[in-house]
């Protein structure tokens, strides 16, 4: 019996799927995709002949019927999600579901929107003395987080963050995380549509960013990202990579001694 593929979309931008992504696509017969964030048209450039249903205004277990009954009449079936389907994908639900049915599955990574964010920024999110740590969490709302995870407690870090789905509550995310390491002066910045055409990038601090954000009227599909190594090419780098330090021996190069 042919399987079922959870397929990472990417951010946005066409050309951002993988290469096994587009590939399946193309071979699909039913794709079911999120259409409240992934564009129609990458749909209809990889998979132009496919049965396509959105699944924007399906509840789960209409998904998992129609996932269900295609793969059971031998078709090749893709479930298309936003970004990649391990970050705020809601697949471990669809996939118990099809456990239950013995329906088998694959799951082909892609491009979650905190890289394409850090692309557009041209940023590195970890330096060296600066963050060696990236944290992608959430703002608690409709959907709430764990105790331990509240935005106020893990801005005691001071690590990189990535925000998703929180910009709608901006005044929020800068109160928590003035409570943490944070200052006013801390760096943000906020990318709507991370690679999509109509991308929006504001740029700001913790003292000025929700304002900002409000005057460019973003309300949704955008993330925060936080921390002092948005700062790091204005101050210049403290410090360097070992990678490629001429003095630095590793494996595959001696370094040079003097």
């Known amino acids: ?23 399946l696509l193309r071979e699909a017969d039913v ?25 924007a205004g ?33 697949i471990q639900e ?18 979650t929107s905190a890289f394409a964010a850090a692309a557009t920024l041209k940023q590195e999110l970890t330096l060296p003395e600066v963050s060696q740590t990236v944290i992608i969490t959430r703002l608690a709302g409709k959907t709430p987080v764990p105790e331990r995870e509240k935005l106020a407690e893990i801005a005691k870090i001071g690590a990189t ?16 995380l003035l409570e943490g390491a944070y200052t006013a002066e801390t760096p943000v910045a906020v990318v709507a549509k991370a690679s999509w055409p109509d991308e929006q990038v504001v740029e700001g601090t913790l003292a000025d960013i929700a304002g900002k954000v409000q005057a460019a009227g973003i309300g949704k599909q955008a993330l925060i990202l ?7 090419r204005r101050e210049g780098l403290k410090a360097k990579s070992l990678l490629y330090d001429k003095g630095f021996s590793h494996e595959f190069r001696k370094g040079l001694v003097g």
């Open 226 to 232: 936080v921390g002092d190594v948005l700062k790091a």
């Open 161 to 176: 963050l990535v925000i998703y789905l929180s910009v709608s509550m901006i005044d929020r995310v800068v109160a928590e």
């Open 58 to 90: 399906m509840t789960l277990e209409e998904t998992t019927r129609v996932l269900a009954e295609a793969v059971i009449a031998g078709k090749k079936v893709v479930r298309l999600h936003t970004g990649d389907p391990s970050i705020y994908g809601a």
């Open 31 to 55: 794709v079911v995709y999120a259409g409240s964030l992934v564009d129609l048209e990458l749909v209809k450039t990889y998979a132009a002949d496919a049965e396509v249903y959105d699944s």
């Open 1 to 23: 019996m042919p399987i079922i593929h959870f397929i990472g979309a990417g951010p946005g931008d066409a050309e951002l799927i993988t290469v096994k992504g587009a590939r």
């Open 94 to 111: 669809q996939m118990a579901e099809l456990d239950l049915l013995g329906i088998d599955y694959e799951v082909v990574p892609g491009v």
